[in-house]
C-alpha cells in the first residue's frame, strides 16, 4: 500500500519525523495567531436575521408628547422609504408589547411623554435579499442623521440570538460622591465609546437636570373668593390631565366604555416658559358661589424647581449605566479600545486601577473620588460563556488523560493521544477562516464553535486508540517491528477512519449554514478533516518510541 509505504518512510528517518513535527507546531501556531491578529474573530453568538426589529426614542427630560411626536414621525417617514418594511406601530409614551429583546430593557417602565417605542415589521427573510441585521445597520445611519431634533436618543434595537440583555456593552459606573458627580464621570466614559467606530447607540441611562413648575394654590384667598378649593383641583386636572367622568353601557361591549374628557391642544405651552403656562392658567375659570366668574391665575403661583433624578442601584449600590451597541462587529474588539482610551485620556485626572477582568477603578487625583467601572450585558455573558466553555475542555482533556493512563499504563502514549486531539484546533480555525472568506457576513467563532471543539476531543482520542491497540496486535501477535506495525494498522485503519469523517461532514454540513449553528457545523467539519491528517501522520510518528513500552 502507498499510504503504508508513505508513512513508513516518515518513521524510518528522523529528519521526515522532525518535519512532521515542524509542520504541526507551525500549523498549531499560525492558528493560535489568528485572535490577537484578529483573521477569526470570537463572539458569543452571531447576529439573528428576523422578521421585526424595534426602534427606541428618548428625547431630552421634559420634552413635551408633540415633540415626541414629531420625531417619531420623522423616523416613521424614513422607514417607510425602504421597501422592505411591510408595517410600523408606533407607541407614544409608553413601550411596546414586550417582546424577546424588550424583556430587561425596560421597556415596559417608560411612561414619559418623552419616551417612544416603534415596532417595525420587514419582509420574510425569503422575501428579501439583505438580512435583518445588515438592513438595520443601513436604516441606522440615515434615521439618526436626519432626525436629529429635540436631543433625541435614538437606538435601533434587534431581537438577541441568545439569552436578552440591557444592551451589547453595559458599563456600570458606581461610587463618587454625588449622582451629579457620577453623572459626569458616566458621560466621560460614554464619549469615549463614542469614539469607537462599530459602536452605536451609546446612552447614559441617567436623568438630565431640567426645569419643571409646581403649582401653589392660595388657599385663604380662594376662600374668601367664594369659591370651592376642590373645585379649583378638579379643573386644573381636567384641563392638563383630563379625567374618566362616566361610562356607556353598550349591549355588544364586553365591559363599560369610559367617557373621558380634557382639553383640546390649547392646553399645551407654545414654549416651556414660566410667563406661557401663567398665561394659559388665565385662560381658565371657575364660577363662585355668587355666581362671578374668576380666573384660577389669581388663586394659584407658579414656583420654578429642578426636577429631582431618579435613582439606579443594582444590589443596594447606586450606579448608572452607560450602554452602547455594536454594528456587526465582536464586543470584545471595540470595548478593547475603548478601554486602552480610557487610559490615556483619563490618566491625567484620574489614577486608573485594573481590578478584575477588564473592569476599572478610577480616583480622582483632586477630589479623591472613586469611580467603579463593571462591564456587563452581553458582552459579560461572552466572557462567561468561553470562560466556561474553556475550562470544560480543559477538564475533558485531563478525564481522557487519566482515562488513557488507566488503560494504557503509560503518561507518554496518553499524553500523545491528548496532544493529538488539541491539535485539532488546528482545523477549527482555518475551517472558520475559509468560511469568513466565502460568506458576505463575518464568520465569528462562536460558543457553538467551542461545543464541536469539545466533541472533537472524543474522535481524535478513539482514532489514535484504534492506531495503537492495532499496532500493538500486530506486533504481538505477527512479531512485526514497531515502524512496520504503525504504519500498516494506521494504513489499514485509514479507511474507516475516512468513512467516519466523511460522514461527520456530510453531517455537519447541514448546520453550517445556520445563524446560530453554524459555529458547531464548522467546527467539525474541519476538525475532523484535520483529525484525519493528525492521525495519518501525526499520531504515529508521536507514539513510535513509547508504544514499545505498552507491549
Do not use: W
Amino acid at each position: 500500500m502507498k499510504l503504508e509505504k508513505f508513512i513508513l518512510s516518515i518513521l524510518n528517518s528522523k529528519s521526515k519525523s522532525l518535519m512532521v513535527y515542524l509542520i504541526t507546531l507551525v500549523l498549531f501556531l499560525l492558528s493560535v495567531a489568528t485572535f490577537p491578529t484578529e483573521i477569526v474573530k470570537a463572539k458569543m453568538l452571531p447576529s439573528k436575521d428576523s422578521d421585526t426589529f424595534s426602534v427606541y426614542v428618548d428625547l431630552k427630560d421634559g420634552s413635551s408628547i408633540n415633540q415626541t411626536k414629531e420625531l417619531t414621525r420623522c423616523i416613521s417617514n424614513e422607514l417607510q422609504k425602504n421597501e422592505n418594511v411591510t408595517n410600523i406601530s408606533v407607541f407614544l409614551g409608553e413601550g411596546q408589547p414586550l417582546d424577546f429583546a424588550a424583556l430587561v430593557k425596560q421597556s415596559a417602565l417608560k411612561d414619559k411623554e418623552s419616551q417612544a417605542e416603534i415596532m417595525v415589521n420587514i419582509k420574510r427573510a425569503e422575501n428579501r435579499d439583505i438580512t435583518s441585521y445588515n438592513l438595520v445597520s443601513k436604516l441606522r445611519k440615515n434615521i439618526q442623521e436626519i432626525c436629529t431634533k429635540y436631543e433625541a436618543t435614538i437606538k435601533l434595537i434587534e431581537l438577541p440570538a441568545g439569552p436578552p440583555v440591557l444592551a451589547s456593552i453595559v458599563a456600570e459606573i458606581y461610587g463618587g460622591n454625588s449622582f451629579e458627580s457620577r453623572r459626569d464621570f458616566s458621560q466621560k466614559i460614554a464619549k469615549i465609546l463614542e469614539k469607537q467606530a462599530t459602536l452605536v447607540d451609546i446612552d447614559v441611562m441617567a436623568d438630565d437636570d431640567y426645569k419643571m413648575y409646581e403649582l401653589e394654590l392660595d388657599n385663604n384667598k380662594a376662600i374668601k373668593s367664594g369659591v370651592s378649593l376642590e373645585q379649583i383641583k378638579n379643573i386644573l386636572f381636567l384641563a392638563y390631565e383630563g379625567m374618566e367622568i362616566s361610562v356607556i353601557n353598550e349591549n355588544k361591549a364586553e365591559s363599560q366604555i369610559p367617557i373621558f374628557l380634557r382639553l383640546d391642544d390649547s392646553r399645551l405651552l407654545n414654549k416651556s416658559s414660566k410667563e406661557d403656562l401663567i398665561n394659559r392658567l388665565q385662560t381658565l375659570k371657575v364660577i363662585n358661589n355668587q355666581g362671578f366668574t374668576v380666573s384660577i391665575s389669581e388663586f394659584v403661583s407658579v414656583k420654578e424647581t429642578i426636577k429631582e433624578p431618579t435613582i439606579t442601584s443594582k444590589n443596594l449600590n447606586q450606579m448608572i449605566n452607560v450602554i452602547a451597541e455594536t454594528d456587526k462587529d465582536s464586543q470584545i474588539y471595540p470595548l478593547l479600545d475603548a478601554r486602552a482610551d480610557m487610559f490615556d485620556e483619563l490618566s491625567n485626572d484620574y489614577k486608573v486601577v485594573k481590578t478584575n477582568m477588564l473592569n476599572l477603578a478610577f480616583v480622582d487625583k483632586k477630589s479623591n473620588e472613586r469611580f467603579e467601572l463593571i462591564f456587563d450585558g452581553e458582552l459579560k455573558v461572552t466572557l462567561d460563556t468561553f470562560r466556561d466553555l474553556g475550562g470544560a475542555f480543559i477538564i475533558a482533556l485531563v478525564l481522557i488523560f487519566f482515562l488513557m493512563v488507566m488503560y494504557y499504563k503509560s503518561f507518554a502514549i496518553s499524553g500523545g493521544i491528548v496532544l493529538a486531539s488539541f491539535v485539532s484546533i488546528i482545523g477549527v480555525i482555518f475551517a472558520h477562516i475559509i468560511m469568513d472568506l466565502i460568506t458576505a457576513d463575518t464568520f465569528y467563532l462562536t460558543a457553538t464553535s467551542l461545543i464541536g471543539f469539545i466533541g472533537l476531543i472524543g474522535i481524535n482520542s478513539r482514532n489514535s486508540t484504534l492506531i495503537i491497540d492495532f499496532s500493538k496486535q500486530l506486533v504481538n501477535e505477527n512479531g512485526m517491528g514497531i515502524n512496520e506495525a504503525i504504519a500498516r494498522a494506521t494504513a489499514t485503519r485509514s479507511k474507516p477512519i475516512i468513512l467516519t469523517v466523511l460522514t461527520m461532514v456530510f453531517a455537519s454540513s447541514l448546520l453550517a449554514t445556520d445563524a446560530v449553528f453554524g459555529g458547531l457545523g464548522v467546527a467539525l467539519i474541519g476538525g475532523t478533516l484535520i483529525s484525519y491528517v493528525v492521525s495519518m501522520f501525526f499520531v504515529p510518528v508521536i507514539i513510535k518510541n513509547q508504544l514499545k513500552k505498552v507491549l
